[in-house]
């Protein structure tokens, strides 16, 4: 196929990683780049060899730019989506998709209205150890599941990222909490109520170049989900605790006949366990080898794949305002004591992809 050129809003950070990764996959091509900082822009079009815009509405009036990847930080995310989907271009978004359900929701609209792919990370259940996981869970290994248990230990943010403030002002369930939400949707279905607690256990922090702030979210968040199957879910997010933490980033599903025990939510190669109820687990080989690490470009590419074969992509749009509202609702729930709070929307969970299909 003739690869989709991609144009990169937000080179910070995370922006290296998708380039990187770009290069591995044929369904996509990086084309050129915006961001507020001419600085930032600059450096990263001239090591990736790209067009660098001044500006979004540049970016978007490039005739090679066919996906908009959005990775500015949380708060611009429904913003720049929306006026890269008013311009006619498909978008993927990094996480989360918006801040609030209603802005959500009318990104979804607005790619249904225009005919436009929208597609959104966490794309990490497309993972090797997270497909495996899916497959086993799907396949009914473990019966039928009833709880699931999940860790988020990420951390003192503010120690490695040089900005870490928009971090702190989303919290740690809208960061990191969407990668486990959104794994365990997908491999069980929809949340149908949420309920969550959360506690600042360290309010003031300083930045890396010694400025002191203080943190605008809990900084310890338990969130307990109820999915439309009937399993139960316990979420522990922190950026408090972090390494060395015994688990960071990690899974378990517990169900009737057995468990699964998967190392991390991120990692394309994580290890994955499983063992039947009462003995010990043991070692899953992954349906084919892990990507070391996370794959980032990988969500986009499986859109720009399916764009190419008229199917719907994985990493969808529905899923990712599905999870803004259990977001949303986990917030509001925070803020009235824990009170249970109903999820309306849905989604159609993925199908896995074809390398992870067939009897295991
Ligand atoms: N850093 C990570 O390890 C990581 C991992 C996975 C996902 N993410 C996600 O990626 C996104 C970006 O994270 P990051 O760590 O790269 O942040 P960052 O702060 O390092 O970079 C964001 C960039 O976006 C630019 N920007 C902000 N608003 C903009 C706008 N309206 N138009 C153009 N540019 C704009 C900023 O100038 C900055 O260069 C976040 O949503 C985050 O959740 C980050």
């Not at 190392?263 to 070692?283: H, K, N, R, W």
Request: aromatic share 6%; net charge negative.
């Amino acid at each position: 196929m003739t690869p989709l050129g991609i144009g990169i809003v937000g080179t910070g950070n995370i922006a290296g990683g998708y380039a990187r990764d770009a290069l591995t996959h044929p369904e996509i091509r990086l084309v050129a780049a915006t961001d507020l900082d001419p600085v930032r822009l600059a450096a990263f079009a001239e090591a990736h060899a790209i067009r660098a815009h001044p500006s979004l509405d540049d970016l978007l009036a490039d005739d090679e730019v066919d996906i908009v990847v959005n990775l500015t930080v949380h708060h611009a995310h429904y913003e720049v989506t929306k006026r890269a989907l008013e311009a006619g271009r498909h978008v993927y978004s990094e996480k989360p998709l918006a801040l609030r359900t209603e802005e959500a929701r009318e990104l979804v609209d607005l790619a249904v209205a225009r005919g436009l792919r929208l597609g959104c990370s966490p794309s990490t259940f497309l993972g090797e150890a997270q497909q495996t996981s899916a497959g086993l869970i799907r396949s009914g290994r473990l019966g039928t599941v009833r709880a699931v248990y999940s860790e988020v230990n990420w951390g003192r943010i503010e120690t490695w990222h040089p900005a870490p403030a928009p971090f702190f002002d989303v919290g740690v369930l809208v960061d990191v909490g969407v990668y486990p939400l959104t794994l365990v949707t997908t491999m069980l279905g929809r949340a149908r109520s949420v309920r969550a607690w959360g506690w600042d256990l360290m309010p003031d922090r300083r930045t890396i170049d010694g400025t002191p702030f203080r943190i605008g979210s809990p900084d310890l968040i338990v969130a307990a989900l109820e999915l439309d199957g009937g399993a139960v879910m316990r979420l522990t997010a922190s950026f408090y605790v972090g390494r060395p933490a015994k688990l960071t980033g990690s899974l378990e599903f517990h169900g009737d006949d057995g468990s699964l025990a998967l190392g991390s939510f991120q990692d394309f190669d994580a290890t994955v366990e499983v063992g039947a109820y009462g003995e010990s687990y043991e070692s899953v080989d992954l349906v084919r080898p892990g990507f070391r690490g996370t794959a980032w470009a990988r969500g986009v590419a499986e859109m720009a794949g399916a764009i190419a074969e008229g199917r719907p992509h994985r990493a969808s749009a529905e899923q990712a305002a599905h999870v803004v509202e259990i977001l949303e609702s986990a917030a509001a729930s925070m803020a009235d004591g824990g009170r249970r709070i109903e999820i309306d929307s849905t989604f159609a969970t993925p199908p896995l992809m074809p390398w992870a299909q067939g009897p295991r």
